[in-house]
């Protein structure tokens, strides 16, 4: 039977039993079983809108059902998404720290789910990117891995701008996604040579989009995920 929602919250949210969630869930397992030590992760993809946000969501969350103390950081300066999909305020948020260098917890604002924070991008213009190859920056994020037991970083995409390989300096771990509908291999491959050159530690591949062929139970009907 079709599973309908009518709210963009992240499924594993919506329906943490479906195979979505269950998916999530496995990845961050395997993640966890990665003998490095991953407290942060960026994730981020070849082009635009293919499935960054609602990933990094999704991921978040499972690790929230695992009773971990996460925070999700909007560092796509050139379309901010997360203060949205949590219906959080973005007025203040990465860039306003960055900027006037205010403590971070005066901006990190706690979602509707338990465990799960939110620091949304602020006000972003032009520049913004900029801020992000700071050295306020990785001290800011040195602090928040501290404070956390996992910080999810929602990035831009990696061909159309550099940001994602000047962020993957500051991550333990890259999660690349890709959209099984759209993207096509050749450019896949390439983004992810940007990311190798760069040094970029990738530790997992996600195929959003993809059929659950042989998983009949559970079909999901929303247009958000
Ligand atoms: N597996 C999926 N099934 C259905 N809808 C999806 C799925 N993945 C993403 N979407 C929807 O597609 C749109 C784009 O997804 P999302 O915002 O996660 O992509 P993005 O890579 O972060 O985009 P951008 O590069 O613009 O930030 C959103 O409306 C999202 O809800
Ligand atoms: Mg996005």
Known sequence: MPVKTSRAWPISQTHPESSYAESYRSILTNIELLSINVKSIMVTSAHPGEGKTSTAANLAIVATQASKRVLLVDTDLRHPQLAQRFGVANEEGLTKVLRQGCDAQDVIVPTE???????????VGLNSPSLL?????????????????????DAPPVLPVSDPLVLSRNVDGIVFVVDGR???????????????????TIIGGILNRGSFENDHSY?????DI
Do not use: W
């Open 113 to 123: 789910i338990p465990g799960l924070h939110v620091l949304p991008s602020g006000a």
């Open 133 to 153: 190859s700071s050295l306020a920056f990785t001290s800011l994020v040195n602090r928040l891995k501290s404070k956390y037991d996992l910080v999810v970083f």
């Open 182 to 200: 759209t993207t096509n291999r050749l450019v896949a491959q390439r983004a992810l040579k940007e990311l190798h050159k760069v040094n970029g």
């Open 219 to 223: 079909y999901y009907g929303s247009s």
